[in-house]
């Protein structure tokens, strides 16, 4: 057994072990599927304080894994030391540069506020509930992909706990592998306790969600997806076939129905907007229509994502390109009358600015691709170890004509080996483990499919 007296005296913040009060709190995030066990937590809340972490878990041959707001949590955490960073809740914008830092504890909703009123936005993704630093780790497409590109581009500079204990800065200039690494790299290279990030001006949004029946489901996705061919780059769409589960906390309008949900966001005028969102309003009857000059603030309401912590159970993967035989096959599966295990099915149309690289290059995966694939399980944890793993392998391989050779990690999800190293190309998988055995040559840092 650890003796942890030492940590307990070296850190400010909790340091908890499983019989300690406030262990499974602090072990447990958004994810509730996941309720990790690992030998010790510790709350850090200062750099230092992940500095004595990082030190004591190094010395004591244990695996250290983060935590910030757990809508990553995939695999359950058993062993070794689980670092939270709630506590690190620095936010402060630099008005004159645009430039925010932003502690690692620090979730998109908290960034989004701040920035709105200085009229600027960070390029977020679809749930402002979602953390920072987790988030831009994987790359980071949302509503603003196709105009603003992956959100790990705006990305300026992080600072990092490294498995030696040294506190580094990795910016373009400064460890510029590192930083080529956790633009998109994900994990294993160290603790980040805080990031630089670059928010855009965004003086206008025309963005929301049309809702349609379940009978037009077939016809808006062909419609749609038919439209995308030729959509301008600065609109943004995406489009989720959603069964809705009869639980009261689903809104009553939705509850146990089967519904499209077309989301489409422009940083425009509300006169662009109207005018492309035309032809999608006119697929078919709209139930509800919430596509409208939108405050930036409210970004969020796009696709509104649940904000509740829930079982969840996510997989994912990029596509080259779609055709009408691939919404037939989605069609199959998730279309009207259809009941599996697969609750939302959502495809976003990417490309544009997400196709362009930084100047400097960076890891991220998935910028040949043109849309994204995200399957999301009926949240029921008895579906999590089979049924969802089948029901999704079946349908992954339907689609193998559309699917990109390398993804993105986000949207990995489900810890399978071969999606997880289809994250991203060949080449960059080889140079990420060679960035983590020089920054982290004994494997402090747990990553990979554990
Ligand atoms: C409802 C929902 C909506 C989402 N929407 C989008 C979207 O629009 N676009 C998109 O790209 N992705 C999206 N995602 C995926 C999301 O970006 C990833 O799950 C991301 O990893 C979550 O980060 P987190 O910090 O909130 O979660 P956590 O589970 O706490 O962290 C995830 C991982 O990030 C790493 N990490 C976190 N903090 C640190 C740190 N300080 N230092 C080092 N490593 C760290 C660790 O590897 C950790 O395991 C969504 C997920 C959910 C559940």
């Not at 010790?40 to 190094?58: P, T």
């Not at 359950?76 to 670092?83: H, P, R, S, W």
């Not at 003086?203 to 038919?226: C, K, N, Q």
Request: charged share 15%.
């Amino acid at each position: 057994m650890t003796d942890f007296a030492a940590l307990r005296t070296a850190v400010s913040g909790p340091v908890l072990t499983p019989s300690d009060e406030g262990f499974a709190a602090e072990t447990t995030g958004f994810n509730l599927a996941f309720p990790h066990t690992p030998e010790v937590v510790v709350g850090v809340s200062s750099v230092d304080d992940a500095v004595a972490a990082v030190a004591f878990a190094a010395a004591h041959r244990m695996p250290v894994r983060t935590l910030a707001t757990g809508h990553g949590s995939h695999v359950l955490v058993t062993d070794g030391m689980l670092v939270t960073t709630s506590r690190l809740d620095e936010l402060s914008i630099d008005s004159a540069t645009g430039v925010a830092t932003i502690g690692a504890g620090v979730r998109w909703g908290a960034v989004v506020a701040a920035a709105a009123e200085l009229g600027l936005a960070p390029v977020t993704g679809s749930s402002t509930n979602v953390g920072v630093v987790g988030y831009l780790l994987g790359g980071g497409l949302g509503p603003l992909a196709r105009s603003h590109g992956f959100s790990s581009d705006w990305l300026r500079g992080a600072t990092v706990v490294l498995a030696s204990g040294e506190v580094v800065h990795a910016s373009a200039t400064e460890h510029p592998d590192l930083f080529w690494a956790l633009r998109g790299g994900k994990g294993g290279f160290g603790l980040v306790t805080s990031v630089e990030l670059q928010l855009a001006p965004v003086p206008s949004l025309y963005a929301g969600a049309l809702v349609f029946a379940e009978e037009h489901i077939e016809t808006v996705l062909r419609g749609w997806l038919d439209w995308t061919r030729s959509a301008p780059d600065d609109v943004t769409t995406s489009m989720a076939v959603v069964h809705f589960p009869p639980f009261e906390q689903v809104p009553e309008v939705f509850r146990g129905k089967t519904l499209a949900m077309l989301r489409f966001a422009l940083p425009g005028s509300a006169t662009e907007g109207e005018s492309l969102v035309a032809p999608l309003r006119a697929l078919a009857p709209v139930m509800m229509d919430g596509v409208a000059p939108l405050p930036l603030a409210q970004v969020a309401t796009i696709h509104n994502d649940p904000s509740d912590p829930s079982p969840g159970w996510s997989r994912g993967a990029l596509l080259s390109d779609v055709d009408d035989e691939f919404a037939s096959a989605v069609l199959a599966v998730s279309g009207a009358g259809t009941r599996g295990p697969v609750m939302v099915t959502e495809v976003r149309h990417i490309g544009a600015a997400t196709r362009h690289d930084v100047p400097e290059g960076s890891a991220v995966g998935g910028r040949a691709s043109s849309y994204t694939l995200s399957l999301v399980g009926v949240p029921d944890p008895a579906l999590f170890a089979e049924a969802l793993p089948a029901a999704t392998d079946a349908l992954l391989a339907s689609l193998a004509p559309w699917l990109s050779p390398e993804t993105n990690i986000n949207f990995s999800g489900y810890p399978d080996p071969a999606d997880y190293r289809r994250s991203w190309s060949a080449e960059t998988f080889a140079r990420l483990a060679a960035v983590r055995a020089s920054v982290d040559p004994e494997g402090v840092f747990a990553y990979g499919l554990h």
